[in-house]
């Protein structure tokens, strides 16, 4: 928040429910029309136990509505055994699980792209996790990737776009730990806060 708040001036509402338990169904989500008066949601949790439809259906609907979001790292898990892809179509990927925790390479790929203009070409996280993404929606734009480091050595995206039913979301499925410390993965998510509210 801070590190946002430093860019540009920020009003923040932040919901914390549940600690650390997967089976958290935010209060928030179930009211009507929850998305009002919010310029952008970040997506930063980690309910992985939760499936219920209408609640993925509700988290949809604020980003049907046109409310731009960013989504980092364990929400990629959230909502793992929903058996429909309401929460994933918002994200533009789907994970199950990630690769054993290493100083991830990641390989810029689309240099044009406001968020990660300024980012080396190539660049080592702290150590974090690489998620597998199993799908990808044909709306999703990779913009940097890594190689798995497991047999067969899959590539997988780490940060990228989604246009949901034209509304941007910006996704990443870095952000473990120390990774939120590293200034280049700091700077890039400065640039994706700017451009998902289309301040670029």
């Known amino acids: 928040m801070d590190m946002l708040a430093d860019e540009l001036p920020v009003d923040w509402t932040v919901l914390y429910e549940g600690g650390t338990a997967g089976d958290v169904k935010v209060g928030l989500y179930s009211k009507p029309n929850y998305w009002e008066g919010f310029d952008l949601i970040i997506h930063n949790e ?13 988290i949809a609907a604020a980003h049907k509505a046109g409310v731009p979001s960013m989504v980092f790292h364990c929400s ?3 909502y793992r055994p929903a058996t429909v892809d309401t929460w994933r179509e918002v994200m533009g990927v789907m994970s199950h699980r990630h690769t ?5 390479a990641v390989k810029v790929n689309d240099t044009a792209s406001s968020i990660t203009k300024g980012m080396p070409a190539e660049w080592s996280t702290p150590t974090d996790e690489l998620y597998v993404i199993e799908k990808t929606w044909p709306t999703m734009t990779p913009l940097a990737t890594a190689v798995s480091p497991e047999e067969g050595h899959a590539v997988y995206p ?11 979301v910006f ?5 473990h730990a120390e990774t ?3 200034p280049v993965f700091r700077a890039m998510t400065v640039r994706a806060f700017k451009w998902t509210i289309k301040k670029e």
């Open 171 to 175: 996704g990443t499925s870095l952000g």
């Open 180 to 182: 939120w410390n590293d």
């Open 100 to 104: 054993a925790a290493h100083n991830i």
């Open 76 to 78: 990629l898990h959230a």
């Open 158 to 168: 780490v940060i990228w776009t989604n246009d949901y039913n034209g509304t941007r």
């Open 46 to 58: 980690c309910y992985a136990n939760v499936s219920d439809e209408t609640l993925l259906q509700q």
